[in-house]
């Protein structure tokens, strides 16, 4: 009986080596899935890293061009400014054209009376 219980020890080992070595296995494939994951990770970083690093330099070039477009605003600012005024003045000078013509009408009307007037007084 001994030999019984040697063997049985020794399947026993056996069974207990195998599930040791499966496990043992089993948690190097979960770690070697769980590094590739970390792997990927990484190089996905490097490469969102990169690409947000272009995204920077647009955005730099992005603002020198706003602030040369804010320049040249301020120019059209000031001609629109010289614009206004002018059409302010325009206005002012349409108006007073408006009465001189009146005023034009009214004294070549006077001047038709008068004249209209005179001839026939004279005979």
């Known amino acids: 009986m ?5 063997t049985e020890k020794d399947q026993l080992a056996a069974s ?12 190097k494939g979960e770690l070697q899935g769980t590094n590739n994951v970390l ?5 996905m970083n490097v490469r969102v890293g990169e690409e947000y690093k272009g995204f920077g330099d647009v955005a730099s ?3 020198v061009f706003v602030e040369q477009l804010k320049s040249k605003s301020s120019t059209f600012d000031d001609c629109i400014q010289q614009l206004d005024t002018i059409e302010q ?3 002012e000078f349409e108006a007073v054209i408006a009465m001189l013509d ?19 007084a004279l005979k």
Request: cysteine-free; overall charge negative.
């Open 39 to 43: 792997e990927l990770l990484e190089k």
């Open 61 to 63: 070039g992005l603002r």
């Open 2 to 6: 001994a030999s019984g219980k040697d």
């Open 102 to 120: 009146r005023y034009v009408s009214l004294l070549e009307s006077k001047m038709q009376h008068v004249y209209q007037i005179s001839p026939a």
């Open 89 to 91: 003045q325009v206005t």
């Open 16 to 27: 207990l080596n195998d599930l040791f070595t499966n496990v043992s296995d089993m948690i």
